[in-house]
């Protein structure tokens, strides 16, 4: 397992490097090397953590017999200490890289209006990012650090009734606990029903970086339970969105007339340009206060956001209008049958992850495994399949969440739209979307831990997620009432009702643009 630990990470770095100079700008391409550097090892940590699931699956070290009396198994990586570190890492990313990073590049507006050095700028919100998140941590974990795991002793003997449902020769020494590895969890639970119970807590304090995988899922899911429940129905509608509005053949008379249309959006957005202009410096020029400056940035960058949204569906359009008339000769015929064949595969998988949430994460006791008895069943005549889907699914979680932040950009102008284009995509883009792999990565593998929790019964994360962190205090709630899966299936409802009746994106209405800034130049 080690040796493939180690493949796959130089495999995962290589990939990597080729997605950045694939995607990368052209005015960054030969500088920005630090960012460059920081998004390729950023890339790479949140990978590592979303595929150290399967291979922690595979490495079951979370079961007892592990310890000395049953290690046929085991595979022998201590995997706590992997998950500790690579989250301790992604903390360092998102408390300190990134904010510093994208402060940095965004402290010059590209008007000159810069009071003090970008260095400096970046260093002062960066001093207040950190303070406010040292601060917040450190006395969460002081007060906060304690878990209070439920627990019920048995007590078990060999002539006992229970012991019956061990396979006959599997439990040779009676000196050491019977070998459990077959079993999952729903065996282990009603042979337990035989047999009375004492009912108790253990109290634990949880190590720090325990604690700061804990804060980090509580903050990150409020962002995946938006973004991944809009990508669960975003990603393959506009994948099979992409086949329905392929583009097709035009004749010289239909090609002349959508081109007048293009023209005509074009124009208008320069004149938006222009009028955005103006505004900023008036703005510039208007008595400073902290409030006033509150409400004119807040509305700035509604519109600007807006804006955004207008050009890049218009270069979306015009990149589609070429391939319909003079660059149809270059067009493969291909890919809107692999965006079809891709959008009813990935609608499969999105309807599995709602079947999974509704049958055995949200009932209490579930009603059936449903995926876990699947990966088992692969495990059966092959082991690494099994492995393999733990993968994929958490894979697939990943990709929802990317798409979900980028159709949430495109639909509503409350963040800042940053899509990740082919040869156009600047250092800020990566970085924005870097931290909010990063931010979701640990709410992707605690929610997969949680969907999957009979077939990675033996994993060390299970341990961490499924027991120290669901029971600390003031995180418990949230984690034994379920209440962010209920938010998670509902945003994931509400939003394919809503891509149902509205699956394309509209631009921006470039009249009421208009009409805004200029009610903002008269106030």
Same mark, same amino acid.
């Given at each position: ?105 965004? @402290? ?119 973004? +991944? ?19 097709? =053949? ?59 949204? +207008? ?106 739209? =940053? ?31 949680? +969907? ?39 945003? +994931? ?14 631009? @921006? ?15």
């Amino acid at each position: 397992l080690l040796c493939v630990t180690i493949i796959v990470i130089f495999i995962l770095l290589a990939i990597n490097i080729y997605l950045i100079v694939y995607f990368q700008h052209p005015d960054d391409k030969n500088e920005s090397y630090f960012p460059k550097f920081l998004i390729l090892i950023g890339f790479t940590i949140a990978e590592c953590s979303i595929l150290l699931l399967p291979l922690d699956v595979a490495n079951k070290e979370g079961y007892a017999g592990c310890d000395g009396y049953d290690t046929s198994v085991c595979g022998g990586l201590d995997m706590t200490l992997l998950w500790e570190i690579t989250y301790l890492a992604v903390l360092v990313y998102v408390v300190l890289l990134i904010p510093f990073a994208i402060f940095y590049y965004e @402290a010059d507006d590209g008007q000159g209006n810069v009071k003090e050095s970008m260095f400096c700028q970046a260093f002062k919100y960066e001093c207040a990012v950190l303070i406010i998140s040292t601060l917040t941590l450190v006395l969460m974990y002081f007060y906060l650090g304690t878990t209070n795991i439920p627990v019920t002793t048995y007590t078990i003997g060999v002539g006992d009734s229970t012991t019956d449902t061990i396979p006959s020769g599997s439990w040779v020494d009676t000196s050491k606990p019977p070998p459990f590895s077959d079993w999952s969890a729903m065996d282990v639970t009603n042979a337990a029903k035989s047999l009375p119970g004492v009912d108790g807590k253990v109290e634990l304090k949880v190590t720090f970086p325990v604690y700061v995988m804990a804060m980090q899922g509580f903050v990150g899911w409020f962002f995946f339970i938006i973004f +991944a429940g809009v990508g669960l129905s975003a990603l393959p509608v506009d994948l099979i969105c992409g086949y329905i509005y392929r583009p097709r =053949h035009m004749d010289a008379v239909e090609f002349a007339e959508a081109q007048l249309s293009v023209r005509q959006r074009v124009n208008d957005l320069i004149e938006i340009g222009e009028m955005l202009k103006v505004e900023r410096s008036q703005n510039s020029e208007k008595p400073s206060g902290f409030f006033s400056n509150r409400s004119r940035n807040k509305n700035d960058r509604v519109t600007v956001n807006k804006f955004k949204q +207008a050009v890049y569906l218009l270069e979306s359009d015009v990149e589609d209008l070429k391939l319909c008339h003079e660059n149809y000769h270059k067009y493969n015929p291909l890919v809107p049958y692999f965006k079809l064949l891709f959008g009813i595969v990935s609608l499969i998988l999105s309807l599995l992850w709602i079947v999974q949430i509704c049958i055995f994460i949200l009932p209490n006791p579930p009603l059936t495994p449903f995926l876990n008895d699947y990966f088992k069943w692969f495990d059966s005549w092959f082991s690494l399949f099994g492995v393999l889907s733990v993968g994929m699914f958490s894979v697939y979680l990943q990709f929802c969440v990317i798409k979900g932040c980028f159709k949430f950009g495109v639909r509503f102008f409350f963040i800042t739209l =940053h899509p990740m284009k082919m040869n156009g995509t600047y250092m800020n883009s990566f970085l924005f979307n870097l931290g909010l792999i990063l931010l979701c990565s640990l709410p992707v593998v605690q929610f997969s831990v949680m +969907a999957f929790s009979d077939y990675a019964r033996f994993t060390n994360v299970n341990q961490i997620f499924g027991v120290q962190i669901k029971y600390l205090q003031f995180f418990e709630y949230f984690w034994t009432t379920n209440a962010f899966i209920y938010a998670l299936l509902g945003m +994931a409802l509400l939003s394919a009702i809503y891509l149902i009746f509205k699956p394309r994106d509209i631009p @921006a209405n470039s009249m009421e643009l208009k009409e805004s800034l200029k009610r903002s130049r008269r106030r």
